[in-house]
């Protein structure tokens, strides 16, 4: 108790400190406010920032954007996860495809990306969803392979058929494999949003970000990558708690 | 492939070829699984390609938009005759390690001092923790407005990227040191400096390594994007260029050497980190 009090002590002087020689430094103007804000400059900038109606329409189309692609990217990655997993020869057929778009940034696909749907709202969620995808592949497929065997004998000798074993054996065990996947391609789809709206887009907050940065409007930058990093804590977070929540139940496990 | 780094909290996997189900691998693969798992792979392989360039050939999707594998054959030969590929490639990796020669030199000693005292990496959460949920690239358009287009905003950026990961794998490695080696050092009455010397540093020398592994795998990742936003030369603006120009088959050899590139680099730190692992067990 005492160390952990003392622990945060520590980190919140140092977080307080640092902001105050972060001010200090810009307010005496041994940094430039055109080239590093003050934090108190950023923070008041963000109110009104947020709360303007031009705001809400970004806030969408990037919401909009990382759902959409997400949800895809869950759709289409959980069957395939599985499926890999679970087919040796299936797994020996894509493993070569996977390996190799594994290995290509998938943000540098953007340019072709556009080509093949144009620049607007499915580009951003091609992206998104290839961010994404992976990482849910290769998490269920590994989760799939390490069910416990114990489990499978026991589906097995009570006449479980193949789905149904998956159904009620491999799903429910897979389940923090894919919560782990998830929070992989939440971070990467928050990136793929970002660096999807700044390469080509009318709307969102990468634009923002791209439009205010390029423009050394730089209390507005900082005031949108602060919303940025806020919602990423946000989702992150709320896995996490998920991930808590579900683990709760499996015998064995306290965590 | 084995699950990607950051499936912490899931169950310990069950080691590979363990007995699954009656009729799957039981022990380690036998040889003709494996060569039954090559000829699949192998065929698959050629069938998709075999697929790709009928499609292109009889034309059912214009060539512009999927460029079949001839016409990626041929981009490439000329890339490479002309010397535009390496030229571009020079100046990615030249940006590449620059960052990260940075973050090494920043991250290291920072990593060791957060990892040994535990004040210090108390007191440079705040900072850690910021850099760990701000995707660093978003800072590109700021970098290029400060320092202009051209080598110093990517390998910057790079160097932003890469000092965290470096950071946050050496402090760690640093905190998992045996504490029975540190106690023997401790017993022989070793000065701090000496004892940091020859069991802290050489302690930590797998952790650099993968810090050092992941770091230029998000590091290249970042040139190119970064390249791709705003550029005049390397890997990234090559995709920009071909891309807005419609060379796709130009775009799809960049992907294919950024993509071998990562795969290389990642393949050396691994066999150094090897290495190393050798040189531990007979010590």
């Given at each position: 108790?005492?160390?952990?009090?003392?622990?945060?002590?520590?980190?919140?002087?140092?977080?307080?400190?640092?902001?105050?020689?972060?001010?200090?430094?810009?307010?005496?103007?041994?940094?430039?406010?055109?080239?590093?804000?003050?934090?108190?400059?950023?923070?008041?900038?963000?109110?009104?920032?947020?709360?303007?109606?031009?705001?809400?329409?970004?806030?969408?189309?990037?919401?909009?954007?990382?759902?959409?692609?997400?949800?895809?990217?869950?759709?289409?990655?959980?069957?395939?996860?599985?499926?890999?997993?679970?087919?040796?020869?299936?797994?020996?057929?894509?493993?070569?495809?996977?390996?190799?778009?594994?290995?290509?940034?998938?943000?540098?696909?953007?340019?072709?990306?556009?080509?093949?749907?144009?620049?607007?709202?499915?580009?951003?969620?091609?992206?998104?969803?290839?961010?994404?995808?992976?990482?849910?592949?290769?998490?269920?497929?590994?989760?799939?392979?390490?069910?416990?065997?114990?489990?499978?004998?026991?589906?097995?000798?009570?006449?479980?058929?193949?789905?149904?074993?998956?159904?009620?054996?491999?799903?429910?065990?897979?389940?923090?494999?894919?919560?782990?996947?998830?929070?992989?391609?939440?971070?990467?789809?928050?990136?793929?949003?970002?660096?999807?709206?700044?390469?080509?887009?009318?709307?969102?907050?990468?634009?923002?970000?791209?439009?205010?940065?390029?423009?050394?409007?730089?209390?507005?930058?900082?005031?949108?990558?602060?919303?940025?990093?806020?919602?990423?804590?946000?989702?992150?977070?709320?896995?996490?708690?998920?991930?808590?929540?579900?683990?709760?139940?499996?015998?064995?496990?306290?965590? | 492939?084995?699950?990607?780094?950051?499936?912490?909290?899931?169950?310990?996997?069950?080691?590979?070829?363990?007995?699954?189900?009656?009729?799957?691998?039981?022990?380690?693969?036998?040889?003709?699984?494996?060569?039954?798992?090559?000829?699949?792979?192998?065929?698959s392989v050629l069938a998709g390609l075999f697929l790709w360039e009928a499609i292109g050939t009889l034309g059912?999707?214009?060539?512009?938009?999927?460029?079949?594998?001839?016409?990626?054959?041929?981009?490439?030969?000329?890339?490479?005759?002309?010397?535009?590929?390496?030229?571009?490639?020079?100046?990615?990796?030249?940006?590449?390690?620059?960052?990260?020669?940075?973050?090494?030199?920043?991250?290291?000693?920072?990593?060791?001092?957060?990892?040994?005292?535990?004040?210090?990496?108390?007191?440079?959460?705040?900072?850690?923790?910021?850099?760990?949920?701000?995707?660093?690239?978003?800072?590109?358009?700021?970098?290029?407005?400060?320092?202009?287009?051209?080598?110093?905003?990517?390998?910057?950026?790079?160097?932003?990227?890469?000092?965290?990961?470096?950071?946050?794998?050496?402090?760690?490695?640093?905190?998992?040191?045996?504490?029975?080696?540190?106690?023997?050092?401790?017993?022989?009455?070793?000065?701090?400096?000496?004892?940091?010397?020859?069991?802290?540093?050489?302690?930590?020398?797998?952790?650099?390594?993968?810090?050092?592994?992941?770091?230029?795998?998000?590091?290249?990742?970042?040139?190119?994007?970064?390249?791709?936003?705003?550029?005049?030369?390397?890997?990234?603006?090559?995709?920009?260029?071909?891309?807005?120009?419609?060379?796709?088959?130009?775009?799809?050899?960049?992907?294919?050497?950024?993509?071998?590139?990562?795969?290389?680099?990642?393949?050396?730190?691994?066999?150094?980190?090897?290495?190393?692992?050798?040189?531990?067990?007979?010590?």
């Amino acid at each position: 108790m005492l160390r952990a009090n003392e622990e945060r002590l520590w980190t919140v002087g140092a977080l307080t400190a640092g902001l105050l020689v972060w001010e200090g430094a810009v307010r005496t103007g041994v940094i430039a406010t055109s080239f590093l804000p003050a934090p108190s400059a950023i923070l008041r900038a963000a109110g009104p920032f947020y709360a303007g109606a031009e705001m809400r329409e970004h806030l969408v189309a990037s919401g909009l954007e990382f759902l959409i692609g997400l949800a895809l990217a869950v759709a289409a990655g959980v069957p395939i996860g599985v499926a890999i997993g679970w087919s040796p020869c299936l797994d020996a057929i894509l493993a070569p495809y996977l390996a190799a778009l594994y290995a290509v940034p998938k943000l540098a696909l953007l340019p072709i990306v556009i080509v093949w749907v144009g620049i607007g709202l499915w580009s951003v969620v091609v992206v998104v969803f290839l961010a994404g995808f992976f990482p849910i592949v290769v998490n269920l497929a590994t989760a799939v392979r390490s069910v416990d065997p114990t489990l499978l004998r026991v589906a097995r000798s009570l006449q479980a058929g193949e789905l149904r074993t998956i159904w009620t054996v491999v799903v429910p065990s897979s389940v923090p494999f894919f919560l782990a996947g998830l929070r992989l391609a939440v971070i990467g789809g928050l990136v793929a949003v970002v660096v999807g709206e700044m390469y080509a887009s009318k709307a969102g907050i990468g634009y923002l970000v791209a439009v205010t940065g390029a423009t050394l409007q730089v209390t507005k930058m900082f005031a949108a990558v602060l919303g940025l990093t806020l919602s990423g804590l946000l989702a992150l977070w709320a896995i996490d708690r998920t991930q808590h929540r579900v683990e709760r139940w499996r015998p064995g496990r306290s965590a | 492939m084995g699950p990607i780094a950051g499936v912490t909290r899931a169950p310990d996997p069950v080691p590979r070829g363990v007995a699954v189900l009656d009729g799957r691998a039981a022990g380690p693969p036998s040889r003709e699984r494996h060569w039954a798992r090559v000829g699949l792979g192998a065929g698959s392989v050629l069938a998709g390609l075999f697929l790709w360039e009928a499609i292109g050939t009889l034309g059912l999707i214009n060539r512009i938009v999927l460029s079949p594998p001839r016409d990626v054959a041929a981009a490439a030969v000329q890339l490479v005759r002309s010397g535009e590929l390496a030229m571009h490639v020079g100046v990615s990796l030249h940006e590449l390690v620059v960052g990260l020669t940075l973050a090494v030199a920043v991250g290291l000693p920072m990593g060791v001092l957060a990892g040994w005292f535990r004040r210090v990496a108390w007191v440079l959460r705040p900072l850690t923790g910021a850099f760990y949920a701000t995707p660093i690239i978003v800072f590109a358009p700021l970098m290029v407005a400060w320092l202009g287009i051209g080598f110093w905003d990517k390998a910057i950026l790079v160097f932003l990227e890469g000092f965290f990961q470096v950071f946050v794998t050496v402090s760690a490695g640093v905190r998992a040191l045996d504490d029975a080696w540190l106690r023997v050092a401790s017993a022989f009455a070793a000065r701090p400096a000496f004892t940091f010397r020859t069991v802290v540093l050489p302690g930590a020398v797998p952790y650099i390594l993968v810090g050092v592994r992941l770091a230029t795998g998000r590091g290249l990742v970042t040139v190119v994007v970064a390249e791709l936003l705003a550029s005049t030369a390397g890997l990234g603006w090559m995709v920009a260029y071909y891309g807005q120009t419609f060379k796709i088959a130009n775009v799809f050899v960049v992907l294919l050497v950024t993509a071998g590139l990562g795969v290389l680099a990642d393949a050396g730190i691994r066999r150094l980190e090897g290495h190393v692992e050798q040189w531990r067990a007979t010590v």
